[in-house]
């Protein structure tokens, strides 16, 4: 029998992303040998050192090339010698929007043994998902800036949705609810009070869709600010959150922190129809860059994810429970440095017990 084969591209990146996506590739190959599949990887070199190197920021052939592979294992962009903005939109978002992997799925899991600011949470409390748009909204919008550096300078930056961008999105999170089977619960998270016109579109095509197509799906609304508030006082309340790209970057964010924060938080980048990009949500990190302490979980996490995206479910599933048996009984931090072992120690560990 011929054994199943996954090409995957690797952008390492930039800072301690080679690092994690080092122990992330160490136990994607634990699994891969244990379940019986194989995994070819790619590298691409895409980041601030090529930049500062060749003046290109992005080949134009980059899309193009990625989309022969599987899946894309993406570690961190960002470098300190390199303008903010530059990498992030001329790498990660250029590739989201190329790619059109329109949904960002940021899973907001506590695990056992992990430390979370909320107080009297634990992992029975903090375990649901958001899905957030990614290829749209204020991030693609129109814009620009008239008069520059005047004090009558003019900069605009609109949130600009089509029923298509949204329509997709809000029906791709109810899925996700559907497939989980928990609480059936999807929440919208907008600001229905305020964009009056981007976001009573998504909550029309949430409800109609919800009201048409997912009878079996409870459906609920929260302001964005409210949504803050929840996710710290009850996130038990949650089981799947939809939400604009802008929203669901601020959101994703603050539920990093009630997971224990960088260390741990995974997402993937998902066109549905095409191909994928999974990373771990914190940057660079260059303070800690080649010092073999910054934590490789969520890059190992977001390797997981890629797994299950591509069907080896067993296999993923196999990567959460060795990262938990990790989380609850070896790691005294998940904070850089204080974690009680090194990074490709806890890529060991977490191999080893896959
Ligand atoms: C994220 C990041 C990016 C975003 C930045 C680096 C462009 O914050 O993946 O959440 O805003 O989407
Ligand atoms: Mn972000």
Not at 63 to 78: C, E, P, T, V, Y
Not at 117 to 144: H, M, S
Not at 148 to 170: L, M
Request: with cysteine; proline share 5%.
């Amino acid at each position: 029998m011929s054994q199943k084969s996954y090409r995957i591209a690797v952008l390492p990146g930039d800072g301690t992303g080679p690092e994690v996506v080092a122990e992330g590739i160490k136990v994607l190959d634990a699994a891969s040998r244990k379940f019986g599949f194989k995994l070819d990887f790619t590298h691409f070199d895409f980041g601030g050192e090529r930049y500062l190197k060749t003046g290109e920021v992005l080949p134009d052939s980059a899309a193009s090339d990625l989309k022969k592979f599987d899946a894309i294992f993406l570690g961190a962009i960002g470098h300190p010698d390199v303008k903010p903005g530059i990498l992030e939109k001329g790498i990660l978002l250029r590739l989201r929007f190329e790619l059109d992997q329109y949904i960002n799925l940021r899973p907001v899991k506590l695990y056992p043994g992990v430390e979370t600011p909320l107080r009297d949470k634990g992992p029975a409390d903090i375990d649901y998902i958001v899905v957030r748009e990614n290829t749209g909204g204020i991030y693609t919008g129109t814009g620009g800036v008239t008069m520059k550096g005047t004090p009558h300078e003019v900069a605009v930056q609109s949130n600009v949705y089509n029923r298509f961008q949204v329509e997709r999105c809000i029906r791709y999170a109810f899925e996700v609810t559907r497939k989980r089977n928990r609480r059936k619960t999807l929440a919208l998270c907008g600001k229905t009070n305020v964009l009056t016109y981007v976001f009573d579109l998504w909550e029309r095509v949430f409800h109609e869709v919800g009201r048409k197509d997912y009878p079996d799906i409870q459906r609920e609304y929260y302001h964005v600010d409210a949504t803050c508030m929840w996710m710290v006082k009850n996130p038990e309340w949650f089981d799947v959150i939809v939400t604009d790209n802008m929203f669901g970057d601020i959101i994703t964010d603050l539920g990093a922190m009630t997971q224990g924060g960088m260390g741990i938080a995974a997402g993937g980048n998902l066109n549905p129809e095409g191909v994928s990009m999974f990373e771990p949500i914190g940057g660079s990190a260059p303070k800690y860059t080649g010092k073999n302490v910054i934590n490789p979980l969520a890059a190992i996490c977001s390797g997981m994810m890629m797994l299950d995206h591509l069907g080896e479910t067993a296999a993923a599933e196999a990567i959460e429970r060795s990262v938990m048996d990790v989380t609850a009984h070896k790691l005294k931090s998940l904070s850089a440095g204080k974690m009680g072992y090194s990074t490709t120690e806890v890529g060991d560990l977490v191999a080893k017990g896959v």
